[in-house]
């Protein structure tokens, strides 16, 4: 099986800045690909940014030029520095990575358990 486990979520003003970060462990070959999506009560989990082992990074339009993720492969760990942030940057924030388990070979994705992100105005 494997983890992932987020931290770093809080209440935080508009304008001011967090960072998440998330560490996967357990049974891991390799990790592909990890990422970050958040999801407010009532709507469906959406991207924020994902980045590959190759370092090709994808944002969500709302978080281009505030958000910045980065991935440490050897610690199989991923954060999120958000800057600027706004109140609708309200969420549960959660990882996922694209884990090829050890032994099997199997590609699977993984989730977090999310954590919370309020920005007030």
């Known amino acids: 099986q494997v983890q992932l486990v987020e931290s770093g979520g809080g209440l935080v003003q508009a304008g001011d800045s967090l960072r998440l970060s998330c560490a996967a462990s357990g049974s891991i070959f390799r990790i592909n690909a990890m990422g970050w999506y958040r999801q407010v009560p009532g709507k469906q989990r959406e991207l924020v940014a994902t980045i590959t082992r190759d370092d090709i990074i994808t944002y969500a339009d709302s978080v281009k030029g505030r958000f910045t993720i980065s991935a440490d492969n050897a610690k199989n760990t991923v954060h999120l520095q958000m800057n600027s942030l706004k109140p609708e940057d309200t969420a549960v924030y959660y990882c996922?990575?694209?884990?090829?388990?050890?032994?099997?070979?199997?590609?699977?994705?993984?989730w977090g358990q999310g954590t919370q992100v309020t920005v007030s105005s």
């Open positions: 996922t990575a694209t884990v090829v388990r050890r032994v099997s070979l199997i590609l699977t994705d993984y």
